[in-house]
């Protein structure tokens, strides 16, 4: 074999090394994800969001071998955390946990908000929703929904609720209630959910719709009274509580969440991550987890998010004007 041969040879032996490695990299470019994902959360660690953000990050790593990197963004109710999300680059690397608060109550209870719900989002997959629960004191006189509202018609105004504070869902839930059943009660917001959860125990307010995980312990420790779970699907963490549905039907609210993207994610991400996170939230293991605390797992398609998020705040915002619940 003569040396312009063996040249030749070489130089096609390297050509199909660098043509392979290249068919390599294209595909392994290709992959989602090939490099960690940074979820965003808009609120401080140790909240529902964040814990159920770590808990689904957590199994995702566990059963994908996916790596996240959680980002507390938290400020403003939320409305930095999602604008972070908004304003990202929709490669499917910046993700991040959306709610009832910063999805359908925010965009009519701020004058300024610097993003828009309809244009600036993908919504990829509800993740869970958790039912408020209707609590009264120990001590209370109120043994049923129904002895409620009789008392709340018999002295209009006289009834106090409290709540995390103006424009919360407990707040807005509250007016809601009153809208249906036509009463008057007084609003008493506390500056978060733990000050009101103790004022309430003072009896300085005589009843609170709260997200059932913070209320949870009370009940347990027979401090507070469950009357209600403001959910069409009753809490078997509460059999005595009766379902608001069945004393107004058509009555189904709950604190949800889900995972929405910056607008412009590809269809072909959306679908990987969408079938990625029911994939997890049915899991046995995150079901209970999720029933222990007093929520429900519940995913569904893309599409089916984006419209719930719609419906949400249309609802909403119906709400905080018959309120008049004043802007921030």
Not at 152 to 170: E, M, Q
Request: a positive charge; aromatic letters at 8%.
């Amino acid at each position: 074999m003569n040396l312009i041969h063996t040249r030749r040879l070489s130089f096609i032996g390297l050509a199909l090394i660098n043509l392979l490695f290249h068919c390599v990299t294209v595909h392994s470019q290709d992959l989602y994800p090939n490099k960690p994902i940074r979820l965003i959360v808009g609120f401080p660690p140790g909240g529902g969001n964040d814990l159920l953000s770590r808990l689904v990050a957590a199994k995702l790593s566990e059963t994908k071998g996916w790596a996240f990197s959680i980002e507390n963004a938290a400020g403003s109710g939320g409305l930095l955390g999602a604008n972070n999300i908004a304003k990202s680059t929709p490669n499917g690397y910046t993700i991040g946990i959306g709610s009832i608060g910063t999805l359908s109550i925010n965009p009519s209870l701020y004058s300024k908000i610097p993003y828009n719900i309809a244009k600036d989002f993908t919504f990829i997959s509800k993740l869970s929703i958790t039912p408020a629960a209707l609590v009264v004191p120990a001590n209370s006189p109120f043994r049923s929904v129904q002895e409620l509202i009789s008392s709340a018609k018999a002295n209009p105004g006289k009834l106090n609720f409290g709540s995390a504070g103006n424009g919360t869902s407990h707040h807005l839930i509250g007016e809601l209630f009153k809208f249906r059943v036509g009463i008057e009660m007084t609003h008493v917001p506390y500056a978060g959910s733990s000050p009101a959860v103790v004022g309430l125990m003072r009896s300085d307010v005589q009843l609170m719709f709260a997200d059932l995980p913070a209320v949870l312990p009370m009940i347990r420790a027979g401090r507070l009274r469950a009357l209600a779970v403001t959910t069409k699907q009753p809490s078997s963490l509460l059999p005595d509580a009766q379902s608001m549905d069945d004393i107004l039907p058509g009555f189904d609210v709950s604190i949800w969440y889900g995972i929405v993207g910056p607008a412009g994610l590809s269809p072909e991400i959306t679908k990987t991550l969408n079938q990625a996170i029911k994939d997890v939230v049915s899991l046995p293991e995150i079901q209970n987890k999720l029933t222990h605390e007093g929520a429900f797992g519940q995913t569904g398609s893309p599409e089916d998010f984006a419209a719930f998020v719609k419906t949400e705040v249309a609802r909403w915002a119906d709400v905080i004007q018959q309120a008049k619940v004043p802007l921030q």
